[in-house]
């Protein structure tokens, strides 16, 4: 896209700007979020850690020179599952930033049904980790028990609580506390990657530049809501600061009611 490029939105919350088009399946009590066969086991292992991997590195490298700051804050929590949570600012890059912050850890990636309904890709990206949010009562307790079994498993979990994706957005937008319920849920700690976007010597296209803070841990004196409430209050402050940090403004966000003054 032009660095000109002006995005005009009416609400921060619900707006989407992702240029897939896409019908969403319906993730009910059928769709089956955790395998044990050693065949879904096999497909996990190669195309998580033999094609995922190396083209995350690759991807992110070739098109953002991609770095990573305070990635080491994670080394001693591998042996303890925690919870992601990222600013939502690219389609593919997002996807593929998670895995590379927590390596060796393994990371699954909680998404929109889209990312599970794609022709050909849709029946990959299990296999990568995603973890579609559900649309049933009962596809819901199948959801939760996945997300217990990795935590269980020492995995990492990757939430974006922007939930919608703004290409290039330098800012952190407001978010419910809703997602920060599994960390309080499962006494586990949090941790937060914020994308910014810099300069770049020899490219107009800015580069990609991700820091990891943390952990945040629930705070167990408060009530389960206001728990939950805190630690949104704390990733979200932490994320703004770091927002801060973009010295490159891509795309250009104006609220509408601000089009014509």
């Not at 609400?11 to 009590?29: K, M, V, Y």
Request: aromatic letters at 14%; one cysteine or more; glycine letters at 4%.
């Amino acid at each position: 896209m032009d660095k000109r490029t002006v995005i005009y939105y009416e609400n921060e919350l619900t707006d989407e700007f992702s240029r897939a088009q896409i019908t969403p399946r319906i993730i009910d009590g059928n769709y089956v979020y955790l395998h044990s066969s050693r065949w879904k086991s096999f497909t996990h292992f190669f195309w998580y850690r033999i094609v995922a991997v190396p083209l995350a590195r690759l991807y992110t490298k070739t098109v953002f020179e991609h770095k990573m700051v305070n990635r080491e804050l994670l080394e001693p929590f591998r042996d303890t599952g925690y919870f992601l949570y990222g600013n939502h600012t690219q389609d593919i890059a997002d996807a593929l930033i998670p895995t590379l912050v927590s390596l060796p850890t393994e990371t699954y990636v909680i998404v929109h049904p889209n990312n599970v309904s794609m022709p050909i890709l849709g029946r990959i990206t299990p296999s990568l980790g995603a973890l579609p949010l559900p649309d049933d009562r009962t596809a819901y307790k199948n959801f939760l028990e996945a997300i217990e079994t990795r935590i269980a498993q020492k995995k990492a979990v990757m939430i974006y609580p922007e939930a919608h994706i703004w290409p290039f957005y330098t800012k952190i937008r407001p978010f419910p506390s809703t997602s920060f319920t599994y960390p309080v849920k499962y006494g586990v700690p949090s941790f937060c990657i914020t994308n910014t976007y810099q300069k770049r010597k020899h490219s107009k296209k800015p580069k990609l530049v991700t820091y990891v803070d943390g952990p945040f841990y629930p705070d167990p004196s408060l009530p389960t809501r206001a728990q939950r409430e805190d630690l949104r209050n704390r990733i979200h402050n932490a994320m703004t600061e770091r927002a801060k940090l973009s010295t490159v403004e891509w795309i250009q966000y104006k609220k509408k009611e601000d089009q014509h003054g």
